[in-house]
């Protein structure tokens, strides 16, 4: 699989991966409950691509896999008590982390998951947040898999969805 940042040319492969996994919730008994032109949504892609902030995975041409990675500590987790504590130019958070469908359980997460960690190395990051929609048991039992620690479930508000729980993890790099 070939692993790079994401440019403007990708957009709409991007936004077709995104939708179709959105579609495909339906189906799921687990999902990131993402909402089509909601979150995430034509401007999520543009402006974290225009910051160098969206890293895409290819196989045979097609974007299998995306996800985003962000400089400094989200603002929704304010209230969180991390274990490891770092000052913000030591923290990246992991956003939008997909995987197309059809190409579920071929360990795609694991490869693009261990080349965002050595991208956030790379850039001198120290440790790694992110969140799940809580009660997404897959994505739990993945980062748990792959080095992230459970921090806490903390409840958090989206543009989206509203007021939900999220499970918080970190993982040190």
């Known amino acids: 699989m070939e692993k790079r ?11 077709k991966l995104y939708s179709d996994i959105i579609d495909h919730q339906k189906y799921d ?3 990131p409950d993402w909402h ?17 902030e969206f ?3 290819i196989i045979d041409e097609n974007i299998v896999t995306a996800a985003v990675l962000t400089d400094g500590d989200d ?3 304010q209230k969180v008590n991390w274990k490891y504590k770092y000052e ?11 995987v197309a469908v059809e190409q579920r359980r071929k360990g795609i997460s694991k490869e693009m998951l261990d080349y965002l960690f050595e991208v956030a190395r790379e850039k001198g990051k120290q440790v790694i947040h992110l969140d799940i929609a809580y009660g997404n048991l897959p994505a739990e039992k993945l980062y748990l898999k792959m080095g992230f620690e459970y921090t806490d479930t ?20």
Do not use: R, W
Request: net charge negative.
């Open 55 to 57: 890293y895409i995975g």
């Open 154 to 173: 903390v409840d958090v508000y989206y543009e989206d969805t509203g007021d939900m729980k999220a499970v918080v993890m970190e993982k040190l790099l």
């Open 75 to 77: 603002p929704i987790y």
């Open 29 to 31: 008994e687990y999902s």
């Open 88 to 98: 913000e130019n030591n923290i990246t958070v992991l956003h939008l982390f997909a």
């Open 36 to 52: 089509k032109d909601i979150y995430p949504c034509d401007q999520d892609y543009i402006t974290h691509i225009n910051n160098n």
């Open 5 to 15: 940042l994401a440019t403007i040319n990708d957009f709409d492969a991007i936004k």
